[in-house]
């Protein structure tokens, strides 16, 4: 394999998220104004496992439901695995 063929050809991997590994409020989303109309609160993180030599990794995204009032954990959704976009380089 030869260095840089697979990002000269396919493109980078868009840039990761700058809050990776911590737990954010989402308020923004169907699911979060949803989780905030029952009185719940819906956080999600970002967290990237590296995948090695031959894998470019993976991200991950986590969620979970707390209570608004007493902010005790009520859900813990299951994990589900975001696909990176790729983005093209245009050589100089």
């Known amino acids: 394999m030869?260095?840089?063929l697979k990002e000269e050809r396919f493109g980078v991997l868009e840039p990761l998220p700058?809050?990776?590994g911590?737990?954010?409020v989402?308020?923004?989303s169907a699911a979060g104004r949803a989780a905030a109309a029952a009185g719940k609160r819906l956080e999600i993180r970002m967290l990237f496992e590296d995948g090695g030599l031959l894998s470019s990794g993976k991200l991950t995204r986590?969620?979970?439901e707390?209570?608004?009032s007493t902010n005790e954990i009520l859900t813990v959704l299951p994990d589900e695995l975001v696909k990176r976009k790729r983005i093209r380089?245009?050589?100089s």
């Open 18 to 20: 700058p809050n990776l």
């Open 89 to 91: 380089v245009v050589p």
């Open 22 to 24: 911590q737990w954010q």
């Open 26 to 28: 989402d308020a923004e």
């Open 66 to 68: 707390r209570d608004a």
């Open 62 to 64: 986590q969620a979970r």
């Open 2 to 4: 030869f260095p840089g």
